[in-house]
């Protein structure tokens, strides 16, 4: 939805996996609008193991402005694509995490993980800032909160444990850490709770609307 949002008949790049674009362009056909207009969107393959000089400017010739690196970090693709897109769909290109470079500073963005790879584990650590998915504290969160009957692991989405056990493996010194996209049913969202403690506790911050990081 937020590719449709930001389309207003303005052209912009999506940089996604082969398998994503074949998602955006033939499994769902409410993204045909995104081929509206006089200058379409523009699609750029992304690796899902690679790394890529990119430029704010519009002169190719310049040196890259940052790096982007990408890692497959596991996950699931949309539950209405078909049976032969996931016959043909490679299964790394469902979901990435990206390490940004600049200046020796180092950036790792992971806002949906699966849990059911660790490979990112070593970037997110490499990192001078690390945000990555919180988006739930226990597998049957949303069955105990009676929003559906689905658990976490069942629709591809992290729990909160594994990644502060990354970072209780961190270096001592204590970068900054955030938790991202957290859905309204965890309870680190409460400050009261035992969650919210052990999360801090466990080097990270909460991300919040606003946050600021400098590097």
Known sequence: MGLLHLREFQTFFVFATPAVQCVLKTENRMFKVLERGDSPVQWQVLSNSGRLG????????????????????????????????????????????????????????????????SEWQKLAVSADVTLIDGTFWSNDELISTRRTNRTAREIATYRFPEPMDCSRNSPPTRRPQDSIHINNTNPILDEDSPEHRAVL?????????????SL
Not at 201 to 209: K, Q, R, S
């Open 54 to 117: 990119c430029h704010l400017s519009a002169n190719p010739g310049e040196s890259p402005t940052f790096v982007c690196n990408t890692i497959p970090v596991g996950g699931l693709f949309p539950d209405y694509v078909s049976e032969e897109f996931l016959r043909a769909a490679a299964p790394e290109d469902a979901t990435l995490g990206f390490l940004f470079e600049q200046d020796g500073k180092k950036l790792f963005i992971a806002t949906s993980l699966s849990g059911e790879s």
């Open 201 to 213: 506790e466990a080097g990270f911050e909460i991300a919040y609307d606003g946050l600021n990081i």
